[in-house]
């Protein structure tokens, strides 16, 4: 079954922590993002990577960071310099468009609670 | 400039009705307008896109209208049915789609 998967579902983290979101794709993607789901302001993208050990930051990087170590991996870090870290957090992937449009496949998330 | 601003936040349709929602962008250099449809608790999936050398896409009960000039585009679901309502995102991109900017989302609720 090829797809992308993001664990866990929920997690619940007290602030102050840093927290890992795990995202891996076996599809073979190139390319992999991280966006970030808040009620109301649609995905905003937070990392993206087109190659292994590249990433580039998105709109909204202040408070992340990530590693490409492997193709098929791409972790998201939720520090604790993120102000409002509570939200739904989605991984995607494809492949790198040189020369046409790549749909991007979406993972389920992970919906993160910071109290 | 990299903004596109999606409309309306909500609605309702009857079922059999025509669902309507709509979207604008700034920057001309957008060339890629997917739609994705999110169920809740789940991850976007592509719907249908449009690059903007055609008018019109249609796919199935979906159609994207897409206006160059006045620099908007649209999705319509035809014959909607009860288990399209989910939450619609226009979005929009450059660099041969590998950056795409979202609208705020449609919450779409279509009653039997």
């Known amino acids: 079954d090829g797809g992308i998967t993001q664990s866990p579902k929920y997690l619940f983290r007290k602030e102050g922590q840093n927290v890992t979101l795990s995202c891996e794709q076996n599809l073979n993607h190139d390319a992999m993002y991280w966006y970030r789901q808040d009620p109301g302001q649609g995905l905003r993208l937070i990392y993206y990577s087109q190659i292994v050990n590249d990433f580039q930051k998105g709109d909204i990087a202040e408070g992340y960071s990530v590693s490409r170590e492997k193709k098929e991996s791409f972790p998201l870090t939720v520090t604790s310099a993120q102000k409002n870290p509570t939200a739904f957090y989605l991984c995607?992937?494809?492949?790198?468009?040189?020369?046409?449009?790549?749909?991007?496949?979406f993972g389920p998330g992970t919906r993160l609670t910071v109290t | 400039q990299q903004q596109v601003k999606q409309s309306p936040q909500s609605l309702i349709v009857q079922k059999g009705g025509i669902s309507i929602i709509n979207c604008a962008y700034e920057n001309t250099a957008f060339d890629y307008f997917p739609w994705y449809q999110q169920f809740p608790g789940k991850g976007p999936a592509l719907l249908i896109a449009?690059?903007?050398?055609?008018s019109e896409k249609k796919e199935g009960r979906f159609t994207i209208s897409f206006n160059k000039s006045a620099k908007q585009f649209s999705l319509h679901i035809m014959d909607s049915q009860p288990g399209d309502s989910a939450t619609y995102f226009c979005a929009a991109s450059m660099e041969y789609g590998n950056k795409l900017v979202f609208g705020a989302g449609t919450i779409l609720r279509v009653k039997s």
């Open positions: 995607a992937s494809s492949l790198k468009g040189l020369a046409d449009v790549y749909e991007q496949y």
């Open positions: 449009i690059r903007p050398d055609v």
